[in-house]
């Protein structure tokens, strides 16, 4: 009995000195190579970084010119024709219709707009209508907004003839420039516009630059939580010269802030939100009789949006970088046709 609680006794004595051991020597040093720490969670990082978006866009979208600038493409078969042709040669499956008060402003005009429509559904191609205003886009008596005309094409029983979805073009965020609207009455807009959308099965979606409120009354979060639960999707602008996109993680250092603020709001309903990115391939300004490109022309003369696209989500998914767990990146949108057409002539 003696001796078997000698033995008990050494045993314990023993593996009281691992335990000092391995406290003193080695748990410290497990900590430094996991760099553990009070909250971190070696998991989470591990699911976040491990999740790549693809290089393959799902909408591949063109915006079509302001009629405004003297660029009218629909009632105009042979420009029609131009615009389709080139559509289709690149691969472009969705169209952003801009700017249609012209079109829309008379009977004839719907008329057009209707034929026009029909020929992209034929193609399987989506059309968005672009507007600025509530009035543009979802009054019912005003005979240029989009939700006259589809009420119209309702009343003909020309179901094909309908856009797929409203999109807000309003840049709040430039506020109190010529045009622009509060982020308080882009909101407005926006509800508007999904009480007309949603009973009616089409979408809701809007285009943004910054996530600023120059009226200093909303946050980045707040905005981005509004956009996550009131638009389907976004279109995210990615404008900058073409000296500047040919840079390292040019795109992704652009667009990060934006894309992480809206991806943790996401997050936090436990859904991944589409996202889309605009490439202008504008020439820019005539400043002292020189132009000066504030877009990317001469980046497009010999590249197509597809490999700006590609550099984009390869950055993307280099790195890990907040919110990523709640984007989905749904493809790209071209701004605009006339001049992603003169940069393609280069090729």
Not at 73 to 99: C, H, K, Q, S
Not at 235 to 243: A, G, K
Not at 287 to 309: C, L, N, P, S, W
Request: proline share 2%.
């Amino acid at each position: 009995m003696k001796k078997t609680s000698f033995f008990f006794a050494a045993g314990i004595i023993i593996l009281t000195c691992i335990t000092l051991i391995f406290d003193k020597k080695l748990y410290p040093m497990a900590r430094k190579i996991y760099n553990l720490s009070s909250g971190s969670s070696s998991g989470s990082s591990k699911k976040t970084s491990a999740y790549k978006f693809s290089t393959t866009a799902r909408v591949r979208a063109l915006y079509m010119d302001k009629e405004s600038d003297g660029n009218l493409i629909i009632g105009n078969t042979g420009r029609e024709d131009e615009f389709i042709n080139f559509l289709t040669a690149n691969d472009f499956n969705t169209v952003y219709a801009y700017d249609l008060n012209t079109s829309l402003g008379n009977n004839q005009g719907r008329l057009n707009v209707a034929a026009f429509v029909e020929r992209l559904h034929g193609l399987s191609i989506s059309i968005f209508a672009v507007g600025g205003s509530a009035t543009y886009l979802t009054n019912p008596t005003v005979i240029n907004s989009r939700v006259y005309y589809q009420n119209q094409m309702t009343t003909l029983g020309r179901p094909l003839a309908k856009f797929d979805g409203l999109n807000l073009e309003n840049e709040a965020w430039r506020y109190p420039s010529s045009g622009t609207v509060t982020w308080t009455e882009w909101q407005s807009i926006i509800t508007g516009m999904k009480a007309y959308t949603v009973p009616n099965l089409i979408k809701t979606d809007a285009y943004i630059g910054n996530l600023i409120d120059k009226e200093n009354k909303k946050t980045e979060s707040q905005l981005a939580r509004f956009i996550v639960n009131n638009c389907d999707d976004i279109e995210m602008h990615c404008y900058m010269n073409s000296t500047k996109a040919l840079t390292t993680d040019a795109f992704y250092n652009y667009i990060l802030k934006r894309l992480s603020a809206i991806g943790l709001e996401a997050m936090k309903l436990n859904k991944r939100y589409k996202v889309r990115v605009i490439f202008s391939a504008s020439p820019g300004k005539v400043v002292d009789g020189q132009t000066v490109e504030i877009h990317m022309f001469d980046y497009f003369k010999t590249r197509t949006i597809q490999y700006a696209y590609t550099q984009l989500i390869n950055s993307l998914n280099k790195y890990d970088w907040p919110g990523k767990a709640g984007i989905d990146m749904d493809g790209l949108t071209g701004y605009a046709f006339q001049d992603l057409k003169a940069a393609y002539a280069f090729h």
